[in-house]
């Protein structure tokens, strides 16, 4: 598709207008809670070995939008729920800025929800997880360097599990709605969980916290203790929880769980092929009412959370107890403007009060073998709301493992105890940030 | 190649402090900024203002004209088989065309503006009033008081919008000349010149007066505020003891009754804050003793 002229993007938006999507049960949510604080985004990015063309990447990402139709797209209000339609617009890539993840303005207009920024020899996507989750988002990434690797002329092979045409409809199902089971017992309600405290930055900056660790040393070190890396994290993140609440809260009565949301990639255990949202959380929890924590102990808790926790039976309670209140007829038939008072009660209820953080980690990132060479680090940085002020996103690439804590606070004792913990077990930590200089 | 020493962890080149711990980096040689890597672009994000946009789309319109088109039929059907004549139904019949207008109007006019919109909703609403007057006979009864009081309100939000708030004593003359042409009409309509040169014009003028004063030393606020508080205190009393003089003398001869009771709280007040002001030892003293 050519550059949109007035008259070329009448003529498409004549003829696409009739793509619309419904928003999916995750995303539900999103829309009506967006603030300048609660952003509801994420960052994906890819850093390259040589500086960035952005008249490329632009050209790149005009090929690779019409590939993910269901990324092409602009909310709009229903009377009963928002949806997506088709964005006859181009989107534009951008010069990245000192604070990321910054709030979109979806419904004003016609933006995108999601964009793409550059800088230096870095490409990162921004999306509102209204669109999609981390999977999706990191597949969009993946899309969109390899065709900029490629129109430059470099040798990145055979795309693997890349896409290059236009996907199926399969990947922009709503996988909650087709793997929903009739009601089943409805999970524990949970409680309020501890939640850091600090003085808020201004609305819309954001502190950036990245730590690189070798890939080698940091799974050697969880295989020594036999677990997974996601379990060695989390276990750290809240054992650095736990301290934080101890130097403020001396009575044990007194204080909260500390507990860590843990996203869990759907498409593991149900066949799905989604590109939209198709995840949910488990949430290991300590209650430090109970005394204080050794770190083995908290390990061995988030290890048997997690096991038993991410199976099929486990995690479709959340699923149905999500999707039955979706389909509700109640729900359905209440007016959007009403819906939109509930729902920010419903987010701070069921979601963010019932954990002290967020740990999410994308995995090990692989690439075809011809795109590995061109790329050096990928990161992943999660957005932050008033509640939990802090959230990690974690993933691995090559030799390297990236933590990228974000806050929207001015301390750092969250990133400190964290990244100090791992330096006492001999791991080698670099540290950078976004506002440090 | 720095590190931390409070923290053990590896800082980027060029670090000041360690981003943890706030500990200072011992490292002399490292700590040349022009050796700094940074690793954000120190582009700053572009404060968006939302725009919103109240026009419905073509489809929405079509959709409302619907909507509304089927109680209109149904009414104006059942009153003429019934009557043989519009009788009654001119009045719902009113009520849908202005709720049309109303709802549609934003979308019918290309490149609108706010201002544009709250004018055709206001100058609507009058028409409809007027016109309920007019099929009931003997027009004007009653709809030129809404409809004035209308245009007024019109006044209140056209002038900022159209002069903007950086023309302050722009708006505050047509807020003036609005309100006094209101004013005056009423009293005319209402039998006669009576209350309005003698009571209604005075106070208007002192009140604008007033805020025009209070514009003009609206910078003091966050220089001054000490300053700023108590010249308001000054301009009260002398407002309060115009409206005072001027009510008096309307309703028997110049006489003050309650005014001199505020001067009396006012305006040593006011001489205190200007102490205050002025004295920094006095004002430490205060901020001291009474800090919350």
């Known amino acids: ?437 | 190649m720095a590190y931390c020493v409070r923290c053990g962890v590896e800082l980027q080149k060029g670090s000041k402090a360690c981003p943890l711990c706030n500990t200072e980096v011992i490292l002399p040689e490292e700590q040349d900024s022009s050796d700094r890597v940074m690793v954000f672009s120190d582009r700053m994000p572009r404060q968006v203002r939302p725009r919103l946009y109240l026009a419905p789309s073509k489809s929405f319109v079509f959709l409302v004209t619907f909507i509304i088109l089927l109680p209109t039929l149904v009414t104006l059907f059942v009153d003429i088989t019934v009557n043989r004549k519009v009788t009654w139904s001119f009045y719902p019949i009113t009520s849908l065309v202005l709720l049309w207008i109303l709802i549609t109007y934003p979308a019918m006019l290309k490149g609108r503006t706010v201002f544009q919109i709250i004018t055709m909703d206001i100058f609507s609403i009058a028409i409809f009033l007027m016109s309920l007057d007019l099929y009931s006979g003997n027009f004007p009864q009653w709809s030129h008081y809404p409809a004035i009081s209308l245009l007024l309100v019109w006044v209140y939000i056209a002038g900022p919008m159209l002069f903007t708030w950086k023309r302050i004593y722009f708006v505050l003359g047509s807020w003036f000349l609005g309100t006094a042409g209101f004013l005056l009409a009423i009293d005319l309509l209402t039998g006669g010149k009576d209350w309005f040169m003698p009571l209604a014009l005075p106070i208007l003028a002192i009140i604008t007066a007033a805020g025009i004063v209070g514009a003009a030393m609206r910078g003091l606020f966050k220089n001054k505020p000490l300053l700023a508080v108590g010249l308001i205190m000054i301009v009260a009393v002398i407002v309060f003891i115009v409206i005072d003089g001027v009510v008096n003398l309307y309703v028997s001869n110049l006489d003050l009754t309650c005014s001199p009771i505020l001067a009396a709280v006012l305006v040593p007040t006011a001489i205190f804050m200007f102490i205050v002001n002025g004295n920094k030892e006095l004002k430490t003293y205060l901020i001291k003793k009474f800090h919350l």
């Open chain 1, 1 to 437: 598709m050519g550059k949109g002229t007035g008259k070329e993007e009448r003529q498409n938006e004549n003829r696409e207008q009739h793509v619309w999507y419904r928003l999916d049960n995750a995303a539900l949510i999103y829309p009506s809670i967006q603030s300048d604080r609660i952003t509801t985004m994420f960052r994906l990015s890819m850093t390259l070995k040589e500086p960035v063309n952005p008249k490329i990447l632009q050209k790149s990402l005009e090929s690779v939008i019409d590939k993910f139709p269901f990324y092409r797209v602009r909310l709009k209000r229903g009377f009963f729920w928002y949806y997506l339609e088709y964005n006859p617009k181009l989107p534009k890539v951008e010069r990245d800025v000192r604070y990321p993840l910054g709030r979109l303005h979806p419904r004003m207009g016609t933006r995108y929800l999601f964009r793409v920024r550059y800088w230096q020899s870095r490409i990162a996507v921004e999306f509102c997880h209204v669109l999609t989750d981390g999977t999706g988002g990191m597949t969009f990434l993946k899309a969109l360097v390899y065709d900029y690797l490629k129109r430059l002329g470099k040798d990145v092979g055979d795309p693997g599990d890349i896409p290059v045409d236009l996907l199926s409809d399969e990947a922009a199902e709503d996988a909650y709605n087709r793997f929903y089971k009739s009601p089943l017992p409805l999970p524990d309600k949970g409680r309020t969980a501890y939640h850091v405290k600090g003085k808020f930055l201004r609305p819309g900056a954001i502190r950036i916290t990245t730590g690189v660790i070798p890939m080698e040393s940091i799974v050697a070190e969880s295989k020594k203790r036999n677990v997974s890396l996601t379990t060695l994290l989390v276990a750290v993140y809240m054992d650095a929880l736990q301290e934080l609440q101890d130097s403020h809260i001396s009575k044990n009565t007194k204080k909260r769980p500390v507990a860590v949301q843990v996203p869990v990639n759907m498409r593991s255990i149900y066949p799905s092929k989604t590109l939209r949202n198709f995840s949910l959380f488990v949430i290991p929890e300590i209650d430090p009412r109970l005394g204080k924590y050794s770190f083995e102990e908290i390990l061995q808790i988030v290890r048997e959370t997690l096991i038993t926790q991410t199976n099929e039976k486990a995690i479709s309670r959340y699923l149905s107890r999500n999707v039955g209140g979706q389909r509700n007829w109640l729900v359905r038939t209440t007016p959007l403007f009403l819906k939109k008072l509930l729902m920010p009660f419903l987010y701070t209820r069921m979601g963010e009060n019932l954990c002290s953080g967020t740990l999410s980690n994308l995995g090990l990132i692989r690439l075809p073998e011809g795109m590995a060479k061109e790329v050096e680090q990928i990161d992943f940085i999660l957005g932050t709301n008033p509640i939990n002020k802090t959230g990690c996103g974690v993933c691995g690439y090559g030799d390297k493992l990236v933590i990228n804590f974000a806050r929207n606070i001015h301390e750092s004792e969250v990133e400190r105890l964290f990244f100090t913990r791992l330096v006492k077990m001999g791991l080698h930590v670099k540290i950078y940030t976004n506002y440090s200089y």
